[in-house]
């Protein structure tokens, strides 16, 4: 695989993530008020582990994605890596992100009056954070195309969603699936310069902002208008009671189905109603297996845009709707499969917990590690010392200190936004 390859594949999956996280102690409070014994205390606890677990993999995930093969040009198919986890790794952090912020702004229940407006302006201070570090970390040059930066866009954008209820966040997930695409490809085919910033620095954002502002929203590696459809539907699960196994259970189901049929509405399109002969005819320069390339794990470039048909493509990364709802689908199975874990297992889980509570640090160091290039030597061998060192990392850190390092700047800044705010409402009242 060439260095361009491993350069889309690696910005291309993310925490990323979360790899920004809600806060353990707002995760973890009662949505609702009243008092709780220690058991309904326990089952917060397992709803967080089950989260950070489901994170800690998707980091995982990311890790081999942007180490290792995705496709094996001698038999013409997807490696393991790539089936698993392209665009699959990218697509959970995005949903656990939106988990995350239910937890924060109220868990099942939202919050309300002043407390919503102090849970706003704290994910604002959050999405600025995120958005900073990845402006700076851009500088790196790193072989990933950067999410922190669209991971800022993001949680923008999520604030006026906040305070919906979980009917119209599935709604808004399902419009943004489905009208995401359509901007996207729009903004292609119109827009100057659409490549301009995949991997947006703080130098790019002081001397071009409207194209960096194009680059996040519409024709980037993770166009927001098109993401916000895992970021909504995170939101939603988050608001839903994740301790019950009935809910569990259905996550699992329901999430299947939505991938079944996801991939088989495109293989319908693509095989049996011409889209595949079609693409083919509109790209006379692709070849056959290199559209399979992007069917299966992803493009080396953007998506063409020479005819409509690619817009039923299943590709992660391709932005079309059924790519954003099979990925969509995965997460959530994923997410239901690591709530369902039982409490033996998930013991046995404590160094892919302990990952997916510091995912912001330790994607920060990840792209650290790619900026050297160091991987390409024996790809296996570094992807298994990055795990192992993530997950000694995490496991000592959260041991000995607690939370990340990152984690706990951010949720120190963040704190204490909430606080003023709440302050500065009381003072109001109290005046008037």
Same mark, same amino acid.
């Given at each position: 695989?060439t260095?361009?390859?491993?350069?889309?594949?690696?910005?291309?999956?993310?925490?990323?993530?979360?790899?920004?996280?809600?806060?353990?102690?707002?995760?973890?409070?009662?949505?609702?008020?009243?008092?709780?014994?220690?058991r309904?205390?326990?089952?917060?606890?397992?709803?967080?582990?089950?989260?950070? /677990?489901?994170?800690?993999?998707?980091? #995982?995930?990311?890790?081999?994605?942007?180490?290792?093969?995705?496709?094996?040009?001698?038999?013409?198919?997807?490696?393991?890596?790539?089936?698993?986890?392209?665009?699959?790794?990218?697509?959970?952090?995005?949903?656990?992100?939106?988990?995350? &912020?239910?937890?924060?702004?109220?868990?099942?229940?939202?919050?309300?009056?002043?407390?919503?407006?102090?849970?706003?302006?704290?994910? /604002?201070?959050?999405?600025?954070?995120?958005?900073?570090?990845?402006?700076?970390?851009?500088?790196?040059?790193?072989?990933?195309?950067?999410?922190?930066?669209?991971?800022?866009?993001?949680?923008?954008?999520?604030?006026?969603?906040?305070?919906?209820?979980?009917?119209?966040?599935?709604l808004?997930?399902?419009?943004?699936?489905?009208?995401?695409?359509?901007?996207?490809?729009?903004?292609?085919?119109?827009?100057?310069s659409?490549?301009?910033? +995949?991997?947006?620095t703080i130098?790019?954002l002081?001397?071009?902002?409207?194209?960096?502002?194009?680059?996040?929203?519409?024709?980037g590696?993770?166009?927001?208008?098109?993401?916000?459809?895992?970021?909504?539907?995170?939101?939603?699960?988050?608001?839903?009671?994740?301790?019950?196994?009935?809910?569990?259970?259905?996550l699992?189901?329901?999430?299947?189905?939505?991938?079944?049929? /996801?991939?088989?509405?495109?293989?319908? /399109?693509?095989?049996?109603?011409?889209?595949?002969?079609?693409?083919?005819?509109?790209?006379?320069?692709?070849?056959?297996?290199?559209?399979? +390339?992007?069917?299966?794990v992803?493009?080396?470039?953007?998506?063409?845009?020479?005819?409509?048909?690619?817009?039923?493509?299943?590709?992660?990364?391709?932005?079309?709707p059924?790519?954003?709802?099979?990925?969509?689908?995965?997460?959530?199975v994923?997410?239901?499969?690591?709530?369902?874990?039982?409490?033996?297992?998930?013991?046995?889980?404590?160094?892919?917990?302990?990952?997916?509570?510091?995912?912001?640090?330790?994607?920060?160091?990840?792209?650290?590690?790619?900026?050297?290039?160091?991987?390409?030597?024996?790809? &296996?061998?570094? #992807?298994?010392?990055?795990?192992?060192?993530?997950?000694?990392f995490?496991?000592?850190?959260?041991?000995?200190?607690?939370?990340?390092?990152?984690?706990?700047?951010?949720?120190?800044?963040?704190?204490?936004?909430?606080?003023?705010?709440?302050?500065?409402?009381?003072?109001?009242?109290?005046?008037?």
């Open positions: 695989m260095e361009d390859h491993r350069r889309s594949d690696t910005a291309r999956h993310h925490s990323r993530f979360g790899p920004v996280g809600g806060e353990k102690s707002s995760a973890a409070a009662p949505a609702s008020s009243g008092g709780r014994g220690k309904d205390v326990s089952r917060d606890d397992r709803r967080v582990v089950g989260v950070d /677990a489901a994170r800690g993999y998707a980091l #995982f995930g990311m890790t081999a994605v942007h180490t290792l093969d995705l496709w094996n040009d001698e038999v013409g198919r997807a490696t393991l890596t790539g089936l698993l986890f392209s665009g699959k790794s990218s697509a959970l952090f995005v949903t656990l992100a939106g988990v995350s &912020l239910a937890f924060v702004s109220g868990g099942r229940a939202s919050s309300t009056g002043r407390r919503m407006v102090a849970a706003r302006w704290s994910v /604002a201070a959050r999405a600025v954070l995120i958005a900073i570090a990845g402006l700076l970390t851009g500088l790196l040059d790193a072989a990933a195309d950067n999410i922190l930066v669209y991971y800022g866009m993001f949680f923008l954008l999520a604030i006026p969603f906040l305070g919906l209820r979980i009917r119209y966040l599935l808004s997930s399902a419009l943004f699936a489905l009208l995401g695409p359509l901007l996207v490809w729009w903004a292609k085919t119109s827009l100057p659409t490549d301009a910033y +995949e991997d947006p130098v790019d002081l001397t071009d902002p409207l194209a960096v502002a194009s680059d996040v929203l519409l024709t590696a993770y166009p927001a208008l098109a993401w916000m459809t895992y970021l909504c539907a995170g939101l939603a699960l988050g608001r839903m009671d994740l301790r019950s196994l009935r809910v569990q259970v259905r699992v189901l329901i999430g299947a189905a939505l991938t079944c049929l /996801a991939w088989g509405s495109s293989f319908v /399109a693509l095989h049996v109603l011409g889209g595949f002969e079609a693409i083919r005819r509109a790209t006379p320069w692709m070849s056959s297996q290199a559209i399979d +390339e992007i069917v299966a992803e493009p080396d470039s953007p998506t063409p845009t020479t005819t409509l048909w690619w817009l039923v493509v299943p590709g992660p990364h391709t932005h079309t059924l790519a954003l709802l099979l990925c969509l689908g995965t997460a959530v994923t997410l239901g499969l690591f709530l369902l874990v039982p409490r033996a297992v998930t013991k046995l889980l404590a160094p892919l917990i302990a990952m997916g509570s510091m995912t912001f640090t330790l994607y920060t160091a990840h792209l650290v590690f790619l900026s050297f290039d160091a991987y390409e030597t024996a790809p &296996l061998l570094w #992807f298994w010392i990055q795990a192992t060192c993530f997950a000694l995490a496991v000592l850190w959260q041991r000995t200190i607690g939370q990340g390092p990152l984690e706990k700047a951010v949720s120190t800044v963040t704190r204490g936004v909430r606080r003023r705010v709440l302050a500065h409402g009381a003072a109001r009242d109290m005046s008037a």
